[in-house]
């Protein structure tokens, strides 16, 4: 079984960006759909973008949209999510996950999570 590993987390001000990365350590990744959830102190944990195997399809949030960007190189096989323009509200544990069919809360496959961070 593969495992999935996020990096890029950190702390950042307002209007900042900052971009994420989760390396999979199974090119049995590659087929599969991956994504990024976040989940804040106190709340539940709530999905950010998803992006398709071979990068065909991406969804994002509605909070998101406009400002993150996922993408995915699945030689690696690792998956990206460029944040910019960051809020406060953006502070979160962000973590990576990974589904034969669409990501969802409920995907085999997590992270461990990276914080992120935006300080007014």
């Known amino acids: 079984q593969g495992q999935l590993v996020e990096s890029g987390g950190g702390l950042v001000q307002v209007g900042g960006s900052l971009r994420l990365s989760c390396a999979a350590s199974?090119?049995?990744?590659?087929?599969?759909?991956m994504g990024w959830f976040r989940q804040a102190p106190g709340k539940e944990r709530e999905f950010v973008a998803a992006?398709?195997?071979?990068?065909?399809?991406?969804t994002y949030a509605d909070s998101v949209k406009g400002r993150f960007t996922i993408s995915r190189v699945d030689a690696k096989p690792t998956v990206y999510l460029q944040m910019n323009s960051l809020k406060p509200e953006d502070t979160a544990v962000y973590y990576c996950?990974?589904?034969?069919?669409?990501?969802?809360?409920?995907?085999?496959?997590w992270g461990q999570g990276t914080q992120v961070t935006v300080s007014s």
């Open positions: 992006i398709s195997w071979g990068g065909i399809t991406k």
């Open positions: 996950a990974a589904d034969r069919k669409a990501v969802t809360s409920t995907s085999a496959y």
């Open positions: 199974a090119l049995i990744f590659s087929s599969y759909d």
